[in-house]
């Protein structure tokens, strides 16, 4: 075996688990070669270095495996950075470039420089010509990571490419025609159905193909032509993110609504009012009754009777009677469970999801089951419908239709059994740049959320007054707005970022670790952005992170922990919790919940010890729950399509009948 160099080595060793080990250790052999080539490619002229390029492209298009070209590839892509941005790969960056390149999901911590790493494996990908995308968790991080990096690839004499929504489809074309393409899973899943309709559309005769060939392409234009090359290699940026969180909404394409669309949007504004009543209506475990664990709510015969005797509008008479009871169950449970600022903003009319993992608006996705539509009519703005499905795919089955797979993030390894199940690819931790010296504070329990808030607040002021940078996660906009309302009585001068900031967010997130900067933050704060320390806060102990409590995932947690102490720059974080927190509530079901809710009252505002594992427990519930769902849902789909291709139908194209 090729030797490997005593840095690396030794940071191999300190990993745990064997296969882990030995593969590290198999790819870091190339490390050496890669480094002997440098001072030799640092000696060519911009011109030679891109002929080098070049000549790699003949030969990978020639047929030669893309494995004997990665030595000299990555060699290229650390010259390119060095001369053009000045950023010169790291091995442990090689290291995690070349586990990408066969097929992993690399786990590189929080300021490791995953933007940087992505141009090994993805130059390499390219080199075949048959494209490498890019996938990212939002417009505005693909179009950044591309320009950021485009330098690099130029001068490699690689051209490059990004998707944004709203973008025509003529652009789109060019973009997908580059060498490398850069954008959203949800842009590249609404691409590839486009794409399979108008193919279908092309097959059934609907175009002119006739005309087209005596008017040069004039009567069908770009636009009508399928925008994407076939899917080669895709390397997923926040692969945790979008593979596992975002992989339970479907991506759908709806046909026009009709008449039936018109009735019952009045039937979801009746059943909105009904629920919305003042005093209630429908009182729980009288005329409903709600299922905790499955959020489900059921009408009761008391609850059925009422529905029935309510007026309604002549609309509704042409409305089953079993229908009207699902719209009244639909909008109690969505007037119990969704929350304005929490799971949604209202924005020019129009209903936004908060995508829980991310804190950041999910543009253009909808819920399902008639809940977006509920959730419009309690917020009294136009109801739109997505009826009448047109195709579908899943985040899941888009990525499995990849030839190769690889992914970065920075939080993976406690959903590593699932994405080895689901996807096929292993999470390999790359080992840090330098020793991580982030400081871990104990965690503080609190009986009540205000007597978490006001503590939270006290050691807010004791680390603002020596100066150094303070970043606040919280879970949810509501909640960022009610901890800036006690810092602003508290008199410290702070900044709020959250997904109503969206446009503000990379300036908010840079600034972040700047001497006594307080920043409160959804965990939008955990993506994306490097927070650097700022001149002088190194010596004062570098940026704190106070988390206010734990999310549905340990990923997350993960996630706004490793904004501190970032490439061995010093930190410290802290976890506030209390016993009316919600994840007790999500894990535990309603009866225990209240238990603890009650002990934390009697409790008062001390802080309670040694009832941290309670959390965790519960927060293991939910992760295991969502697993589940997860699995269900891979299962209905797989056994959806099957179905439909026994039927010699489309499983993207026909709804199943």
């Not at 990555?74 to 995690?96: C, D, I, P, S």
Request: proline share 4%; aromatic share 6%.
């Amino acid at each position: 075996m090729k030797t490997i160099p005593q840095g690396v080595a030794r940071k191999i060793q300190m990993l745990t688990g064997g296969p882990v080990k030995r593969r590290l250790a198999q790819w870091a052999s190339c490390l050496e070669p890669i480094n002997r080539l440098g001072p030799e490619y640092e000696k060519l002229s911009d011109y030679d270095l891109r002929k080098e390029s070049l000549s790699l492209r003949y030969r990978a298009r020639s047929g030669e495996p893309l494995d004997r070209l990665l030595v000299e590839a990555f060699a290229l892509v650390r010259e390119a950075g060095r001369r053009t941005k000045n950023m010169r790969h790291f091995e442990v960056q090689l290291l995690g470039g070349a586990a990408a390149h066969y097929g992993s999901i690399i786990e590189m911590q929080t300021g490791e420089g995953k933007t940087l790493t992505a141009t090994l494996p993805t130059y390499l990908a390219a080199l075949e010509g048959k494209g490498a995308h890019m996938a990212t968790v939002n417009d505005y991080l693909a179009a950044r990571d591309a320009e950021l990096m485009e330098p690099v690839y130029n001068a490699l004499g690689m051209s490059i490419g990004v998707i944004q929504s709203q973008m025509p489809q003529a652009e789109r074309q060019k973009a997908y025609a580059c060498d490398i393409t850069y954008g959203t899973a949800n842009e590249m899943g609404f691409d590839f159905l486009r794409d399979r309709l108008l193919k279908r559309r092309i097959s059934e005769g609907a175009r002119d193909l006739f005309g087209e060939m005596l008017t040069g392409g004039a009567s069908g234009g770009a636009g009508e032509k399928p925008v994407q090359r076939d899917l080669h290699f895709m390397l997923v940026d926040e692969a945790d993110s979008i593979l596992i969180d975002e992989a339970r909404t479907p991506l759908i394409i709806s046909a026009l609504p009709g008449e039936a669309e018109e009735i019952a949007a009045e039937a979801y504004q009746w059943a909105a009012q009904q629920a919305a009543a003042d005093p209630p209506q429908f009182i729980d475990d009288e005329h409903y009754e709600y299922d905790h664990k499955d959020k489900q709510v059921s009408l009761t015969l008391a609850g059925r009777r009422l529905v029935r005797e309510l007026p309604k509008p002549p609309a509704m008479d042409r409305v089953a009677l079993a229908e009207i009871y699902e719209y009244v169950e639909r909008a109690i449970k969505v007037k119990r469970e969704m929350f304005l600022n929490r799971h949604y903003i209202v924005r020019d009319g129009e209903i936004v999801i908060v995508d829980e993992f991310s804190g950041r608006l999910a543009e253009g996705r909808k819920w399902r089951a008639g809940i977006h539509q509920a959730i419009e009519a309690q917020e009294g703005v136009e109801i739109t419908f997505a009826t009448n499905q047109a195709a579908r795919i899943t985040i899941q089955d888009m990525f499995l239709r990849y030839h190769r797979l690889a992914g970065m993030t920075g939080t993976a390894s406690s959903s590593a059994p699932e994405l080895r199940k689901i996807y096929k690819v292993h999470v390999l931790p790359i080992p840090t740049n330098r020793p991580p010296i982030r400081k871990q504070l104990p965690t503080l329990v609190y009986g009540t959320a205000d007597a978490k808030w006001r503590a939270m607040v006290e050691e807010i002021k004791q680390i603002h007054a020596t100066g150094r940078p303070v970043l606040i996660g919280t879970r949810s906009i509501d909640k960022s707005e009610v901890l800036s309302v006690l810092l602003k009585e508290a008199g410290i001068e702070h900044t709020v970022l959250n997904a109503k900031h969206i446009a503000k967010e990379a300036e908010i997130v840079s600034a972040a670790g700047g001497q006594g900067r307080v920043t409160v933050a959804t965990n939008m704060a955990g993506r994306g952005t490097d927070i650097k320390l700022g001149p002088g806060v190194h010596d004062l102990g570098g940026l704190h992170v106070i988390c206010s409590e734990l999310h549905e995932s340990r990923r997350i947690d993960r996630q706004l922990i490793g904004r501190c102490g970032r490439q061995g720059d010093p930190g410290s974080y802290r976890q506030f919790l209390s016993l009316d927190d919600e994840i007790l509530l999500q894990g535990f079901g309603p009866r225990r919940y209240k238990r603890l809710v009650e002990r934390g009252k009697s409790t008062g505002d001390a802080s309670l010890r040694g009832l941290e594992s309670v959390f965790t427990r519960a927060q293991d519930r939910v992760e295991r729950r969502q697993f589940r769902d997860r699995k269900v849902l891979l299962y209905h789909e797989k056994e959806r399509q099957k179905m439909q291709r026994a039927m010699s139908q489309d499983p993207y194209l026909d709804s199943p009948g």
